[in-house]
């Protein structure tokens, strides 16, 4: 199972982004995708989850309202819409595969990885 994450980048303080999560994966319908982010000198943290038929999310309680998670079966693909970004939104962000269906906030159950995309938010 091979994540390729992309969208990262520069982007001033108020700006959007959306990255992508492309999974090489024929199961990646059944499987429930999360994103996670890490910050410089801090402990990974999670962002959003999706179950494995999309009609299911779960957000971290300080993003809910500016952040997105969606995916396309159809193309493999997880993506993660971030609005009104903050400098304290700086990090790596991770998106994670799940062989599960039912989404989940904890890293640990969570079996692939990709690796990582930068995101700089710029006061």
């Known amino acids: 199972v091979q994540l390729v994450e992309s969208g990262g980048g520069l982007v001033q303080a108020g700006g959007s982004l959306r990255l992508s999560c492309l999974v090489s994966?024929?199961?990646?319908?059944?499987?429930?995708m999360g994103w996670f982010r890490q910050a410089a000198g801090k402990e990974r943290e999670f962002v959003a989850a999706?179950?494995?038929?999309?009609?299911?999310?779960n957000y971290a309680d300080s993003l809910k309202g500016r952040f997105t998670i969606s995916r396309d079966n159809a193309k493999n693909t997880v993506y993660l819409q971030m609005n009104s970004l903050k400098p304290e939104d700086t990090a790596v962000y991770y998106c994670?595969?799940?062989?599960?269906?039912?989404?989940?906030?904890?890293?640990?159950?969570?079996?692939?990885w990709g690796q990582g995309t930068r995101v700089t938010v710029s006061s």
């Open positions: 994670a595969y799940r062989i599960s269906t039912r989404p989940s906030i904890v890293p640990d159950e969570y079996n692939y």
């Open positions: 994966v024929r199961t990646f319908s059944y499987a429930a």
């Open positions: 999706i179950s494995a038929d999309g009609g299911l999310t």
